[in-house]
């Protein structure tokens, strides 16, 4: 058996002990990918026919509070960041109201074909009346008339999808009318994660995955399992902390390698902070 092979299936016997990261990350060390990745590879996300980049430009680098490392950069510095990955075939802009980057990620809009990006950003509200606002909020900021992927932000409770039922009822009917292409969550504990999975209504999760274990919901072995049975519904997993919010910065190469090969991701996010580093970044992926 491929020792990608091994590290999918071990993730969904029943009883299977969970493998360390330290086993992870030796099986990652010595396995060759069985094909070429790059960082502008075209991915459908899902079942939602949206086409983009397999790397989307993360703006929220311990983003909250309308603030991250990448809104650090300016309007100016974060667009011209942006527009280094367009111009190296990225076309997916990862933002957020919470990481304050609208208005960075519009300068950006400007200097490019609207359809030629898919643009996600994600709420924190928790009811209906907020949700409705921020969708009418969001595309003034980012000069847009539709968003591509609107997520509900920051989940944890296991009854999410009861709780907050007004906000997926008006993500739901922004899609009907062309508002939005496509909706779903953004996880943080695995108990909002394993709703994902099951709930009809999640087209697009973006899951918090790595070798480690650093800043996730579980385990890698937990986590893998819980997005294979996402992929098996045909939902679009896109990864996030795929270097572990830092964590792994140092193990670059074989962070990414494990993006690759884990067989779960359709794309992933990866938050550079300056056009050397996502340069550097684009480098590693192909290199991989």
Same mark, same amino acid.
Request: overall charge neutral; some cysteine.
């Given at each position: 058996?491929?020792?990608?092979?091994?590290?999918?299936?071990?993730?969904?016997?029943?009883?299977?002990?969970?493998?360390?990261?330290?086993?992870?990350?030796?099986?990652?060390?010595?396995?060759?990918?069985?094909?070429?990745?790059?960082?502008?590879?075209?991915?459908?996300?899902?079942?939602?026919?949206?086409?983009?980049?397999?790397?989307?430009?993360?703006?929220?680098?311990?983003?909250?509070?309308?603030?991250?490392?990448?809104?650090?950069?300016?309007?100016?510095?974060?667009?011209?960041?942006?527009?280094?990955?367009?111009?190296?075939?990225?076309?997916?802009?990862?933002?957020?109201?919470?990481?304050?980057?609208?208005?960075?990620?519009?300068?950006?809009?400007?200097?490019?074909?609207?359809?030629?990006?898919? /643009?996600?950003?994600?709420?924190?509200?928790?009811?209906?009346?907020?949700?409705?606002?921020?969708?009418?909020?969001?595309?003034?900021?980012?000069?847009?008339?539709?968003?591509?992927?609107?997520?509900?932000?920051? /989940?944890?409770?296991?009854?999410?999808?009861?709780?907050?039922?007004?906000?997926?009822?008006?993500?739901?009917?922004?899609?009907?009318?062309?508002?939005?292409?496509?909706?779903?969550?953004?996880?943080?504990?695995?108990?909002?994660?394993?709703?994902?999975?099951?709930?009809?209504?999640?087209?697009?999760?973006?899951?918090?995955?790595?070798?480690?274990?650093?800043?996730?919901?579980?385990?890698?072995?937990?986590? /893998?399992?819980?997005?294979?049975?996402?992929?098996?519904?045909?939902?679009?997993?896109?990864?996030?902390?795929?270097?572990?919010?830092?964590?792994?910065?140092?193990?670059?190469?074989?962070?990414?390698?494990?993006?690759?090969? /884990?067989?779960?991701?359709?794309?992933?996010?990866?938050?550079?902070?300056?056009?050397?580093?996502?340069?550097?970044?684009?480098?590693?992926?192909?290199?991989?």
């Amino acid at each position: 058996m491929h020792r990608r092979e091994f590290l999918i299936r071990s993730t969904t016997a029943a009883g299977a002990a969970w493998l360390s990261s330290k086993s992870i990350l030796n099986a990652i060390a010595e396995q060759t990918l069985s094909a070429k990745f790059s960082a502008s590879d075209t991915v459908t996300l899902g079942s939602t026919g949206i086409k983009t980049s397999r790397l989307a430009m993360g703006t929220g680098t311990v983003g909250s509070e309308h603030h991250s490392h990448q809104t650090a950069l300016g309007v100016k510095g974060l667009s011209d960041l942006l527009l280094n990955g367009y111009d190296h075939g990225l076309r997916f802009f990862d933002a957020a109201d919470s990481y304050g980057s609208h208005p960075h990620v519009a300068e950006a809009l400007k200097h490019v074909q609207r359809d030629q990006v898919t /643009v996600l950003t994600k709420t924190f509200s928790r009811d209906a009346a907020s949700a409705r606002a921020d969708l009418d909020r969001f595309r003034k900021e980012l000069g847009t008339d539709y968003l591509d992927i609107c997520l509900i932000h920051c /989940v944890t409770e296991a009854d999410w999808t009861d709780r907050y039922r007004g906000v997926l009822d008006v993500l739901s009917e922004a899609k009907e009318k062309g508002i939005i292409r496509a909706h779903g969550s953004s996880c943080h504990t695995i108990e909002a994660l394993r709703t994902a999975a099951k709930s009809p209504w999640v087209e697009v999760d973006l899951a918090r995955i790595n070798p480690i274990g650093a800043i996730m919901d579980a385990d890698p072995a937990t986590v /893998v399992g819980v997005l294979k049975e996402m992929k098996a519904a045909g939902k679009a997993v896109v990864g996030m902390k795929i270097l572990g919010q830092g964590a792994l910065r140092t193990r670059q190469d074989e962070a990414i390698k494990f993006a690759l090969s /884990v067989g779960v991701l359709d794309a992933f996010t990866i938050g550079a902070e300056s056009i050397p580093e996502q340069n550097d970044l684009i480098r590693r992926i192909a290199a991989a």
